[in-house]
Every structure is written in C-alpha cells, then in structure tokens.
C-alpha cells in the first residue's frame, strides 16, 4: 500500500479489547505445587511451566501464599487499600446511626398518632409533659 492509499483509508473501527488477566483457582494453584515439586528429571519443571503458561514467579507466589494460609491463602485476595481500625468502626456507627433514625421515627408517629387519638377522644394533653 503506498502512503497516499493509507492516508485516504478510513481507521478500522473495531475497538481492541484488553486481554484480561488469567484466573486460577485455589485447587489449580495447589495441583501445579504438587506437580512442581513432583518433578525430579532435568529441564521437566520448565516442560511444566511452559505446558501450563505459567511462570516461575506464579509457582514461588503459590507457595508463599499456600505456606502462610494453607488452601485459603491461595484463594483471590482482593486488591486496593485494606480496611483499618476507623473504617470498621466508622461503618459500625453509621449501621447503628441508621437504626436510631429509624426508631426516633417510629418513636415520631407513635406520638403524631396519640395526638390523634386525644383529639378524637377530646383529650387535652399538656404539652410541656411530652417535651421533657
């Protein structure tokens, strides 16, 4: 193609997706330790590796995750900060702040319906007993 045919071509609109990471699931994880670790002839533990499109760096990871949490350490920990201290209990007072409102609500009608009932009934309530 000469340079005057790729300047009148149009772009291609397709739009490139982004490969995604692989996945692997603790069980996956556990049985390419053991196959690894099984592996005794020269040159067999990279035959594995490159069978597998693994790297070296995802069997030394396994491991270090499997030796700290046994099955559960080689499960998907999520990324991105942790929660600390303040967010625990700042969710916790936000739960708690939530259930308050609710029952100062209901507290509200209750009222709001008593003030009703002694209209109706020709009650009369002293208002500075219900305010204290």
Do not use: F
């Amino acid at each position: 193609m000469s340079q005057e045919e790729k300047s009148n071509t149009p772009p291609d609109p397709e739009v490139v997706i982004k490969p995604q990471p692989r996945r692997y699931t603790a069980e996956y994880k556990l049985r390419m330790l053991k196959e690894y670790d099984a592996c005794e002839q020269p040159g067999e533990k990279g035959a594995l590796l490159r069978r597998e499109g693994i790297y070296a760096s995802n069997i030394s990871t396994w491991r270090r995750q499997y030796s700290q949490g046994g099955l559960d350490g080689l499960h998907k920990t999520k990324r991105g900060p942790k929660a600390g201290p303040h967010d625990r209990e700042n969710k916790q007072l936000r739960e708690e702040n939530k259930q308050l409102k609710k029952r100062l609500q209901q507290a509200e009608l209750i009222i709001e319906v008593q003030k009703k009932v002694s209209q109706i009934l020709e009650i009369e309530l002293n208002e500075e007993e219900h305010e204290s």
